[in-house]
């Protein structure tokens, strides 16, 4: 059987990262990713179900009421992603749960996280957008905020010479995205670490110290490798549903894989601005539209960022109006809603905070990945809570908060987190703090599966620099 | 004076949309132009023949109403193609079409005595909003009508209704795509957060 120093399954933030790096230090690494490799031509400008399939793997949960999708192929979620890269705040490490229980591990601070965020950061060619970058709708949403008095600041991005096309959910077709194919995995690949696309791992078996990883290769033969030490960094759904097919194999899984899935606090709702403001525009510019209010952060714990919306997605949401819009999402009323609001009177916003992990993801008998969200009394608080800082912008602006239904988008769609997570607690935890998997050897967590609870912001940079910060650890630079 | 007090002096919206118009003459790049993209999309589609795919049609335009049911008489789903969901891999829907129809045309029947076929179109909505949950999926079934019109699942006829020009260039250089200079205070000095 083949033998490699480390097998990762998953080639996005979390599998590519430690790829580098482990490179780096003389390993000899495979990754094996189920997605394909990709090139600008990849990524048509298309946001019609044919073309996103291509793109996504999307789950809905068990009772139907939530979408999370993530983006498939070399280089995961940073192909397809709107790449929004922020640092989380310093009180995101410091969050409690109901059980008062620090979800983070004491030993990790925003300001032990700082030179990890600020590697990749460099790697991936983060900057600042310049106010010349900041479309239309993001511009407006910064306005509105100044009208109340409050802030809104220029957003991080790993995009240089943007055209603005606005299908950076798609993928760049000019190249301009910096994704991880662009950086971390073409420098891993001249150190000699082996990237295999259209390769879909199906579980993993101990073989001493070490691990077997059982995978499927692009004709679809069953493949299996070994590895001394074995990374699972698949994206918060899957990590867990490799280690839960695995159960055979590894009986003394830890309890909690697969538990707490966190949406990292995400609430999708639109803005409907008066006739009387500028037009919005919100398929013009890049995706994830420029700009973020922390305004709210110190009082709420909440971050609220525009974001351009394609009209699939807008209509595609249950969209209801407190006011004189449309009461249900369908019919004349709702048809003639979106022709006349959708390209001059809407922007899409997000807002993202703390709430507890309280979902679920399991596999069935026939090994196929499941998930739970449940809209609990605390989430449902929550989202309330979140509605009123959002109509206070919009009584700000003589705008109307457009909330998006109980469920799928409001607070579903894409930032999956928690399902293996790390932290201090042997019970709560399945993994340590520098994400070794309890009860196994040499097996560890590196992905938005290790990540323990929300970011406060779009999660990517801190996914990205928790791996950096393993990846240090697990070669010895300690940290 | 600061920016916000200037900003309200001068009527802030206007004063943004000056701001633009200065900058973009201010800009010399060339013009990109968006330079529209978009491709026709391939395939026919899906014409009812069953009694299932009939009643699932009047679903279709009871969603998005096209020129029969839409006072005004733009197309709607049906013009779309919106049947072709049934057939879509993505979702998993043309194993469950014959139970939509039936659970539909009884919720129908419960409410207002007739078949879904036979109802006017605000007896149509009535009876999807009222069995929506009653099945999950059909939530999702909705959804993704809807977003076959809106999104040009199989043909552009959503996307010039809701006047979405679609693949493009670039808007870059558009006058009216961005402000282009600084429209509101930053609580950070570099974007990120302490
Ligand atoms: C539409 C969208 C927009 C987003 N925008 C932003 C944004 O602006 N900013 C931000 O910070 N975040 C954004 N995110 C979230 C971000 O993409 C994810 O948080 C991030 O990619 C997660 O990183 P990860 O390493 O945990 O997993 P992923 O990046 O999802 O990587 C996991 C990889 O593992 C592969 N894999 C899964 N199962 C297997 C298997 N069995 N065998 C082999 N390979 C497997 C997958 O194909 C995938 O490539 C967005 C997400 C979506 C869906
Ligand atoms: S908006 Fe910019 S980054 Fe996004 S796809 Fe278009 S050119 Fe690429």
Redesign the interface.
């Known amino acids: 059987m083949e033998a490699f120093d480390v097998v990762i399954v998953g080639s996005g933030f979390g599998g590519s990262i430690p790829a580098l790096r482990l490179s780096q230090a003389g390993r000899k690494v495979l990754v094996l990713e189920q997605g394909p490799r990709t090139t600008p031509a990849s990524f048509?400008?298309?946001?019609?179900?044919?073309a996103?399939?291509k793109l996504f793997t999307t789950y809905?949960s068990k009772?139907?009421?939530v979408i999370l999708r993530y983006g498939r192929g070399l280089g995961g979620g940073s192909l397809t992603y709107a790449a929004a890269m922020?640092?989380?705040?310093?009180e995101v490490f410091d969050y409690r749960d109901r059980d008062d229980y620090r979800v983070w591990p004491a030993g990790v601070t925003?300001e032990v996280m700082n030179p990890f965020y600020a590697k990749v950061e460099e790697t991936m060619t983060v900057e600042?957008a310049s106010?010349?970058?900041?479309?239309?709708c993001g511009?407006i949403f910064?306005?509105m905020?100044?009208?109340m008095?409050?802030?809104?600041?220029?957003?991080?991005y790993p995009i240089h010479d943007?055209?603005?096309?606005?299908?950076c959910m798609c993928g760049c077709p000019?190249g301009k995205k910096k994704h991880l194919g662009h950086n971390y995995i073409p420098q891993a690949e001249e150190l000699g670490a082996q990237f295999r696309t259209d390769c879909k791992v199906d579980h993993v078996e101990k073989d001493g110290d070490g691990w077997i990883v059982r995978y499927a290769d692009a004709q679809g033969h069953a493949r299996g490798v070994h590895g001394d030490q074995l990374i699972i960094a698949a994206g918060a759904l899957e990590t867990p549903a490799v280690l839960l097919r695995s159960k055979k194999w590894v009986p003394e899984l830890h309890p909690q894989v697969g538990k707490n899935l966190n949406n990292n606090g995400d609430v999708a709702f639109l803005f409907r601005l008066p006739p009387?403001?500028?037009?919005t525009?919100p398929?013009?510019?890049r995706n994830n539209a420029g700009?973020i209010t922390?305004?709210f952060?110190q009082e709420h714990k909440i971050t609220i960022h525009p974001g351009a919306g394609?009209?699939?997605?807008?209509?595609?949401?249950?969209v209801f109006s407190e006011k004189d819009g449309p009461k249900?999402?369908?019919?004349?009323d709702?048809?003639?809603f979106?022709?006349d609001q959708?390209?001059h009177h809407l922007i899409p916003a997000l807002a993202i905070g703390l709430v507890d992990g309280e979902g679920t993801v399991t596999v069935n008998d026939s090994g196929l990945l499941e998930f739970d969200l449940p809209l609990t009394e605390r989430l449902k608080a929550y989202i309330d809570r979140v509605a009123d800082v959002g109509r206070s912008i919009a009584a700000a602006n003589d705008a109307e908060l457009l909330r998006t239904g109980g469920?799928?988008f409001e607070h579903g769609d894409a930032h999956p987190l928690g399902t293996c997570r790390i932290g201090d607690d042997d019970s709560r935890a399945p993994c340590d703090m520098y994400g070794a998997l309890r009860g196994q050897k040499n097996l560890y967590i590196t992905d938005g599966a290790a990540v323990p609870g929300g970011t406060?912001?779009n999660p990517s940079l801190t996914i990205g620099a928790n791996a950096e910060r393993i990846a240090a650890h697990l070669v010895g630079e300690g940290a | 004076m600061n920016r916000r007090q200037f900003f309200e002096r001068m009527g802030g919206w206007s004063l943004a949309t000056l701001l633009s118009a200065v900058a973009a003459r201010a800009d010399d790049a060339p013009y990109e132009t968006p330079g529209f993209l978009r491709k026709p999309v391939p395939g026919a589609c899906l014409q009812p023949g069953t009694d299932t795919e009939k009643t699932l049609t009047a679903v279709l335009d009871a969603i998005v109403p096209g020129p029969t049911t839409d006072p005004e008489g733009t197309a709607g789903a049906v013009e779309a193609c919106s049947l072709n969901v049934l057939l879509d891999a993505t979702f998993p829907f043309l194993h469950y079409a014959d139970m939509f129809a039936t659970i539909i045309d009884g919720q129908a029947q419960d409410l207002h005595g007739a078949p879904f076929l036979q109802l006017t179109q605000d007896q149509r909505v009535d009876v999807l909003v009222a069995v929506q949950d009653t099945v999950p999926l059909l939530r999702l079934a909705y959804r993704a009508i809807r977003s076959a019109f809106f999104g040009g699942a199989y043909n552009g006829i959503g996307l010039d209704y809701v006047g979405y020009p679609g693949p493009n260039l670039g808007y870059r250089h558009v006058p009216e795509f961005s402000f282009r200079a600084p429209v509101c205070q930053e609580l950070t000095a570099d974007g990120r957060m302490p």
């Open positions: 048509p400008q298309d946001w019609a179900f044919r996103q399939a809905t009772d139907y009421h922020l640092r989380a705040p310093s925003r600042r106010w010349s970058d900041v479309p239309r511009g910064a306005m905020l100044d009208k008095g409050k802030t809104a600041d220029r957003t991080m943007c055209r603005q096309c606005g299908f000019f009387s403001m500028p037009k525009y398929y013009m510019g700009v922390y305004a952060w394609p009209p699939a997605l807008v209509a595609a949401m249950d249900v999402p369908l019919g004349v709702f048809k003639h979106v022709r959708y390209a469920d799928t406060g912001v």
